[in-house]
Every structure is written in structure tokens, then in C-alpha cells.
């Protein structure tokens, strides 16, 4: 796979999954840790139908993503864990009781190699909370081969339309 210049290993192979799907949306909370990954696709919108779009909350993205899969629209929103609390209820009062595939990319907080000290609090419950809320999710941290990273974003993004479900990625962007 080639990276995208002064792209680390792992923004490339998701900017790899994440072109495989060749979405036409992608909706996204600013993040440093998202930074190459959403420059990436900030350079291509407008392009070919292609939009990229920041949302102000998370819940708004679940909203606007739902929407775009009841139109049809191949669409993803990106998000640092620690924006999970606040798209529960969107999660749980909509999309999942009415059976919508949705791809929700998660970059993890907290770990090696965090340097906000506040954040770890939170982060380091990002996938009990996920459990308890019924979702479904799939980790991607230094246990798995970067080579395998963009097959499996587009396994999981498969996974949500074969059970009609969202289904989040946690992506481990920053080692560990």
C-alpha cells in the first residue's frame, strides 16, 4: 500500500479502507489526532460528488448519517472516543432500533503515547460503554497488522449492511 506523503503508517491504511469504500460523504468532528486522515479527504471535496463535512456534536453526525442511509448515499462519520457518551441516545433512538447501517470510525484517546491528561478518564471506557449501550465494534491497535487495517474497515463497513446495523471501528491511531 502506498502512503500518502507525511502520512504515518496507520492514517494510510485508514485513508486506504476509507477510499476501498469510496464513500460520498464523510462527516467529522475536528481532531488532531484525525489530522492526516481528514486532510487527506479535505483535498478531494467538491471532487467527483465527494463531500466532507465537519459536524458541531456527535449526535448530529448520527442524525445526518442516518439520514444519508435512509437516502442511500455511501456515507461515514470519524470521531475520537471520547465523543461516544454524547451519541447514545441518537444511537439508541433511531439508527439501531430501525436497523441502519451505519460506519462509525472511532480514533482512540488515552493510551500510549496520550499527552492530555484529562482525557484517559473517559477513553479508557470507550469500549465498556459501547458494550453496555449494545453496540457493536471492532478494535484496530498495534495487535493487529497494519497491512490487515484497511481490509478491515471495509469488512466492518460490510458487516453493518449484511445485520442492518452501526457498527463502530475503534482505531488506535496513536500506538499501542
Known sequence: MGSPTG????SAAVIAGIEALAPRWMLHLP??????????????DGRDGFRIVPIPREEEGI?????LALAGTPAL??????????LLTALNTFPAPYHLPLLVLVTR??????YNS?????????EAILDAAGARWFQLDGRTPVERWADTIV????????THRPIFVLLNLMGG
Do not use: C, P, Y
Request: no cysteine.
Open 118 to 126: 484529562m482525557i484517559h478518564q473517559f477513553s479508557e471506557r470507550a
Open 77 to 86: 462519520l470519524l470521531i475520537q472516543d471520547n465523543g461516544i457518551g454524547n
Open 155 to 162: 469488512r466492518a463497513n460490510e458487516f453493518a449492511r449484511t
Open 7 to 10: 502520512v504515518d503508517e496507520r
Open 31 to 44: 481532531s488532531s489526532t484525525l489530522r492526516a486522515v481528514v486532510a487527506h479527504f479535505l483535498a478531494k
Open 109 to 114: 484517546r488515552g493510551g500510549l503515547g496520550e
Open 63 to 67: 442524525g445526518i448519517l442516518s439520514g
